[in-house]
Structure formats: C-alpha cells, structure tokens
C-alpha cells in the first residue's frame, strides 16, 4: 500500500476513533481531504470506508445531533472496535508476543503521534484513551528499518554498502519487495539489480545509510512471492541437531515436554531457585525467540552461536 495512502487511512481511523459523538463529512473533508473537490472526496472518502471496513473496523453511521436526525456523521466506537476478552495458551501467548514486534516499530509510533498531532491542530477533540487498545512495547532496533520499508511502500530502488561474511563492505542496488522479520533477525527481501535475481539482505549487515534513487512506483513486486520462502531458501539457519539449556525449577514447561533428557537441581546462574539441565534434541529454528520469552528463568549453554545471538540482542535491548 502506497506510504500517502497508509497514512491517509491511518488518520482515518484514528479520527473516527477519538470521536466522542459522531463527526461531519465535511469536517473530514476539511482536515483529513484539504483542497480535494466535492467529487474526488467523495469516492475517497468512500473508498477508504471500504477499505477499513474489510480490515473489519465497524464505522458507525448516526446523527450528529441527538436531537435532529437530519445530518449524518461517523464515529468509531473504541467498545466495539477493541478485541473481546482472549484466553491463550502459554504457548498461543508467546507467539501473539512475537507478532507484536511489527506493531511496534518506531515508524508506526511516529506515523500515529503526527495523526494525533494534525488532529489536535484543526481543532478536533482527540479521546487518548479510545487509543490504548493494542500500545506498542517494543522496537526495531536496526537504523535500516524504516528507510527499507519507506523504499517498499513506494516501489523505489534503493542503494546501500552490505557486508557480508569474510568480505569487505560492498555497494548493492536492489528493488526492494518486503522487511520481514525471521529467526530473530531482520531481513530486506528483494531484486538485486546488478545480479538481476532475487537476493535476501540482513539488516545487521548494512554499513551504510540507505538511499533512495529514481521514480517511485518504477516496478512490480512479483505476484505470488513468497517473502519468507525467499529467505528460507537464500537465507537457511544452520541445523543444529542438539541443544543444552538450564531452566529454572517450575518453569520451561514447553522445553520440558519435548527434551530427551533433563538434569535435576544443576548449578544455576543465581541461588535464587533450583535448576534443571535439559537437552533437546532437534530444537527448532525458533529456540533464540523461545529462549527470551522466558526470560531470566531459562539460560541456553548450546550451541555457542545461538548463545552468543540471545547476548548480543539482550545487550541491544540494555
């Protein structure tokens, strides 16, 4: 979806949303549509109804003033459009955490905060509350980020210096098709222009800021790709057949029921619990994101590389 076109439905909703009572096409129009003619806001603005309809957002059409019904409004209603009361599993809940990251970059924290800004300034009364449905926690903590997922909002080539492994910097100039976040990482997918083939970059890897060069919307990401198939298959996690952690007694119940053996009341990192050794045999590309979930409760002894990962981005967090 176009960056303008994001942003214009985001302001959208958050419009709706904020409305104690419902609010005036016109005044929509005079805020969020400025200097569209009558006929262009119209199919706009009923565009982008439809379109936050089938993202399942329920705008409510009613009368402005309760006491006449002769002028329509719209309003959001923050009761219906929050998600009912959920129960997860432990498990279910860890993978709603991890889904949760997207969310939380900084660039979707800014695009609201400049929403609620333009709002406040053309005078429209803004209910904060009525936004604390799904608050951001968390961070993209690669500088990259947000220059990427510009460049893939607007179908722009990007350059930028990569370093690979065992290589010095080098200059790349790629299409970019998608940011996706996989194992941990954060990864560009897209066509690298002077190998003309579809190439998988790490984030972590840039050394360089990224630029933008040419027209916008100058090509087509391809169809049916499949980003995170592109990345498994350009980008593979080594296999690592055995895996030995330490979990704090009472906790790790999932690592529990599928290790090949487990050690009773172990040295620990502190004295304030018992430990357990377990190990697992096959642990699974997503161990390093299973691992922090648990926190301090749970600590990886091997592989030295996937430890060496859960330091390192534990070090980005402090």
């Not at 709706?16 to 009558?38: D, F, H, N, T, W």
């Not at 309003?75 to 990251?101: H, N, Q, S, Y």
């Amino acid at each position: 979806m176009p960056a303008a076109k994001s942003e214009r439905l985001l302001n959208l909703l958050i419009m709706l949303l904020v409305q104690r009572r419902p609010i005036a096409k016109e005044r929509i129009r005079e805020v969020l549509y400025p200097g569209s003619r009558p006929e262009a806001f119209e199919k706009m603005f009923e565009r982008d109804k439809e379109e936050l309809r089938g993202l399942g957002v329920p705008i409510e059409v009613g009368a402005i003033d309760p006491l006449f019904d002769d002028e329509q409004g719209y309003r959001i209603r923050a009761e219906e459009f929050a998600l009912p009361a959920i129960d997860l599993t432990r498990d279910e809940a860890a993978v709603v955490r991890l889904a949760t990251r997207v969310w939380q970059d900084a660039t979707m924290a800014q695009a609201t905060t400049d929403a609620v800004r333009k709002l406040s300034a053309a005078g429209v009364g803004v209910d904060l509350t009525a936004l604390d449905l799904a608050p951001p926690r968390l961070t993209v903590e690669e500088p990259a980020f947000a220059a990427c997922w510009q460049a893939v909002c607007d179908r722009q080539q990007i350059r930028f210096d990569y370093q690979r492994p065992d290589h010095e910097p080098a200059t790349r100039r790629v299409e970019p098709w998608g940011v996706v976040r996989s194992s941990g990482r954060w990864y560009l997918v897209g066509r690298d222009v002077d190998r003309a083939a579809e190439r998988v970059f790490r984030l972590d890897r840039f050394r360089s800021p990224v630029r933008t060069s040419g027209p916008t919307h100058a090509y087509d990401v391809p169809p049916d790709v499949d980003l995170r198939g592109v990345i498994a298959r350009l980008a593979p996690r080594p296999w690592y057949a055995q895996a030995v952690l330490l979990a704090r007694s009472g906790t790790g119940h999932g690592f529990r029921r599928h290790a090949a053996a487990i050690e009773h009341d172990v040295p620990g990192p502190d004295q304030r619990s018992a430990w357990d050794r377990l190990t697992l045999a096959d642990p699974g590309r997503n161990l390093v994101d299973e691992i922090l979930y648990h926190g301090a409760d749970v600590v990886l002894l091997e592989p030295a590389e996937l430890r060496a990962e859960i330091v390192g981005r534990l070090r980005g967090v402090a």
